[in-house]
């Protein structure tokens, strides 16, 4: 059987499910598409927890709008459809959902509501453009977060899940030649904060860490817990970016002047000085989950994250997250 075949079955499936008002065959449709959906809204949010809402909102509408359906798109692109508009919905209701000039020397603009993206809730048999790594990566998701909330679903609908722009323009209620306008200065955006990465977020791309990556994040957190400056210091490139989320301010700094000024914030100082750590990983990205032990208590507890952008054996770039606060990352809270 063809796969438009398959898709026509679910679509007349859906359809005899609605005429029933069979809300369980609803749900079961409706719900294997849940974790890509809430892949595309956190693109459009760059926050998990507002991810989670739109997608259930976007269950909702669809749900409230299901008469509408007749089956003439496949059943995955109405979804999308709902939850982009949800998605826009959102960011006209909220206006601390766009970017905020930093009060620091970088000239870049801080996404303070940025929340990582845990693993674990990607979709198990996901399709390449769906969470190709590239478009899943903390750098490429803030990224996003710089064009305005039109441009920002024409950009992802078009480029990262590779609409045609009729269908993309149906979407959103646009024109065809407005939605590649749109794309044009998206574009343009996204090379201004991206200039070294590609723009070809359609092609294939690797989904697992490499021995490197792997290598140098077990090499951070010996470094924290053996109190090694001198090895934290080696494994950062001397034009490290680094942020801790969600305190403003992304500094571009020497290797030397970052290690400085954590040691100035009171890293491996007494009540900071003991550290245990393990790997894992967010948004397809190498990560250090640190823990830390005061000299009263019998237990590590859970503290921070770190993201890491790992560049030819060196850390290119540091997202911290303050981990405690995040209970979907599933991390143990002790060690």
Request: negative net charge; aromatic residues 8%.
């Amino acid at each position: 059987m063809t796969d438009a075949r398959r898709l026509g079955a679910a679509e007349a499936t859906f359809i005899a499910a609605v005429r029933a008002d069979d809300t369980a065959r609803f749900a079961l449709l409706t719900e294997r598409h849940r974790r890509e959906l809430q892949v595309h809204c956190y693109r459009m949010l760059a926050n998990y927890e507002d991810a989670q809402d739109m997608t259930q909102e976007t269950f909702l509408r669809a749900w409230n709008k299901r008469e509408s359906f007749k089956g003439h798109a496949a059943l995955r692109t109405w979804l999308y459809r709902i939850a982009t508009n949800a998605c826009l919905d959102f960011l006209r209701k909220r206006d601390d959902r766009t970017p905020v000039p930093s009060e620091l020397p970088d000239p870049d603009s801080e996404v303070l509501y940025l929340q990582p993206y845990p693993d674990r809730m990607l979709p198990e048999d996901p399709q390449e453009s769906v969470v190709a790594r590239e478009t899943i990566e903390l750098a490429f998701i803030v990224a996003v977060q710089h064009l305005p909330p039109r441009q920002r679903a024409v950009f992802i609908l078009r480029d990262v899940l590779g609409w045609p722009a009729s269908t993309a323009a149906e979407a959103l209620e646009l024109t065809v030649a407005s939605v590649t306008s749109a794309l044009q200065r998206a574009r343009v955006t996204m090379r201004e904060q991206l200039p070294d990465r590609r723009l070809n977020w359609r092609s294939p791309a690797t989904h697992e860490l490499s021995n490197d990556e792997r290598g140098v994040v077990k090499s951070y957190i010996e470094a924290h817990e053996r109190n090694d400056l001198d090895r934290l210091m080696s494994l950062l490139r001397d034009d490290l970016r680094f942020a801790m989320l969600p305190d403003p301010g992304t500094v571009t700094t020497t290797a030397k002047d970052a290690v400085n000024g954590w040691l100035s914030g009171g890293l491996f100082q007494r009540g900071h000085d003991d550290w245990r750590g393990m790997t894992t990983t967010v948004n397809r990205m190498p990560a250090a989950v640190l823990y830390l032990r005061n000299p009263d208590d019998p237990e590590y507890r859970l503290f921070a994250i770190a993201v890491l952008h790992i560049v030819d054996g060196k850390i290119a770039e540091l997202t911290g997250f303050d981990a405690a606060d995040k209970p979907w990352l599933d991390l143990p809270p002790t060690l």
